[in-house]
């Protein structure tokens, strides 16, 4: 059971030393120091959405995606993006492939771009995997896809 809980609930601990001096009452040559530990514990967590979600496009266009980064963590935290084309088509970030540190609660919007390849066939559909994963916990991320469709 504790295995299956440590394989499930992931974070990170910081931990918080407090240093209180004391001098003791019959020593004046003596200090006692008192150390109070305290767990401070900030959990990763990413959402993120591509639109459109769907599009139709001719051989040789460029496709203009824009992904929604979302920190749903509970402190700062900065996304390396990767991207997965189903068909190999060529997937830039032209603002770079690190997004952040992004606040907890907060998005930011990353564009995207796909190049069709001039020999691309009619009918052929190609899905756009974009991941977010964090930075500061990369056991944690999220993905979402676009399929780009030739005409």
Do not use: Y
Request: avoid cysteine.
């Amino acid at each position: 059971m504790k295995n299956k809980f440590l394989k499930t609930l992931t974070f990170v601990f910081f931990m918080l030393l407090i240093f209180t001096p004391k001098i003791s009452a019959g020593d004046s040559n003596s200090i006692a120091v008192t150390v109070t530990i305290k767990e401070v514990i900030f959990q990763a967590g990413v959402t993120i959405h591509v639109v459109p979600r769907n599009r139709r496009v001719r051989p040789a266009d460029t496709v203009s995606l824009r992904a929604m980064v979302r920190n749903t963590g509970d402190g700062n935290d900065s996304f390396t993006l990767t991207a997965f084309s189903s068909l190999g088509w060529s997937v830039e970030f032209p603002q770079g492939n690190t997004v952040g540190p992004i606040e907890p609660g907060k998005r930011e919007v990353v564009p995207v771009r796909v190049i069709v390849p001039v020999d691309a066939e009619r009918g052929a559909r190609n899905t756009v995997t974009i991941t977010a994963t964090s930075q500061f916990n990369p056991s944690v991320s999220d993905s979402s896809d676009s399929n780009i469709i030739v005409r």
